[in-house]
């Protein structure tokens, strides 16, 4: 912050007092500024540009002793009398949300009026956890699941749903039925098991000399996994461009006369290609 002063250390020197004569309710910080004891804060009540109450107390209030925030050449904290807060409903086109800030936030001040939790941020946060919980249940039924993921609330809802086996396989999903596909899953533990193929061409010279290797029983998971998710796992692969469906020999790319010619200077030059073949379960 280029040695700037903030809003509070300003007051205070204009007072007359000084880094070693100041009020109890302020301390020397690391930033060569006046701050707030965090006992002082506690005592605060904010206010939000729409109106909305905050007290210092409360989880919401404490957020603002968590840090400042530089943004644009102005300097967000409680000493500028402008900490930000993330705005409860999550209004992106909201105005009072500085121009260009990444998030959905907006400077607060300190408020001489009187705290009323019916026109809080507090009592829109319990809302807002309640909404989240009712949609969580049902959309899970109440089970944990690594696939239903928070979003704060942006979009109109708390959670999205984004089903992705190796997810589940990650995080060793022990649920019976899957809370996204409502279907029952078969929790006993498999591997999927493959061969690779391995193509060497070895040249000697002007001959050329190729070579097939084939090493079975290879696992693709490091530890046993619930026998559904690695059914999936496998018809995933069935769709995509998977080493487990290719059986073509992959080609190599032209070579250059310098390649051919540093190659015919060598004893023996070796290239392979390694192909997944025959996936299969086993328990």
Same mark, same amino acid.
């Given at each position: 912050?280029?040695?700037e002063?903030?809003d509070?250390?300003r007051r205070?020197y204009?007072?007359?007092?000084t880094?070693?004569n100041h009020?109890?309710t302020?301390?020397w910080?690391d930033?060569?500024?006046?701050? +707030? ?10 206010e939000?540009?729409?109106?909305l109450?905050?007290?210092?107390s409360?989880?919401?209030g ?7 925030c530089?943004f644009?050449?102005? &300097?967000?904290?409680p $000493?500028?009398?402008?900490?930000l807060l993330?705005?409860?409903?999550q209004?992106?086109g ?5 121009q260009?800030?990444?998030?959905i ?9 009187p ?18 919980h009712?949609q969580?249940?049902e959309?899970?039924?109440g089970? +944990?699941c690594a ?6 609330? +942006?979009?109109?809802? &708390?959670? @999205?749903?984004? +089903?992705d086996? $190796?997810?589940c ?10 809370a ?7 929790l006993k ?10 193509? &060497? ?5 002007f001959?050329? @000399?190729? =070579?097939?290797e ?9 530890h ?6 690695a ?8 769709h995509?461009?998977s080493?487990l469906n290719?059986?073509?020999?992959? @080609?190599?790319?032209?070579?250059t006369?310098?390649?051919r010619r540093?190659?015919y200077f ?8 390694d192909?997944y073949v025959?996936?299969n379960? =086993?328990?």
């Amino acid at each position: 912050m280029n040695g700037e002063l903030n809003d509070l250390t300003r007051r205070l020197y204009a007072q007359g007092y000084t880094r070693e004569n100041h009020p109890d309710t302020v301390y020397w910080s690391d930033w060569q500024n006046f701050g +707030y004891k965090w006992e002082t804060m506690l005592g605060f009540t904010w206010e939000t540009p729409c109106g909305l109450l905050i007290q210092g107390s409360s989880d919401v209030g404490r957020g603002f002793n968590n840090g400042d925030c530089w943004f644009q050449n102005v &300097w967000y904290c409680p $000493e500028n009398d402008n900490p930000l807060l993330r705005c409860p409903y999550q209004r992106k086109g909201c105005e009072h949300i500085p121009q260009g800030f990444p998030l959905i936030m907006c400077p607060c001040r300190q408020t001489n009026r009187p705290y009323d939790y019916g026109h809080s941020v507090e009592k829109i946060e319990t809302e807002n956890v309640k909404e989240a919980h009712k949609q969580y249940m049902e959309l899970t039924g109440g089970a +944990y699941c690594a696939c239903v993921m928070g979003n704060n609330g +942006y979009e109109g809802g &708390w959670y @999205e749903v984004k +089903y992705d086996v $190796e997810r589940c396989i990650q995080q060793g999903c022990k649920n019976p039925v899957c809370a996204i596909r409502k279907q029952p899953r078969d929790l006993k533990q498999v591997n999927i098991f493959y061969d690779i193929r391995r193509t &060497w061409i070895t040249r000697r010279g002007f001959l050329e @000399e190729k =070579k097939v290797e084939v090493t079975k029983g290879m696992k693709v998971f490091d530890h046993a996994v619930a026998r559904t998710d690695a059914e999936i796992w496998l018809k995933v692969k069935e769709h995509e461009a998977s080493p487990l469906n290719n059986y073509t020999v992959i @080609e190599h790319p032209k070579k250059t006369m310098e390649d051919r010619r540093q190659e015919y200077f060598s004893k023996m030059h070796r290239h392979y290609d390694d192909l997944y073949v025959n996936a299969n379960l =086993k328990l």
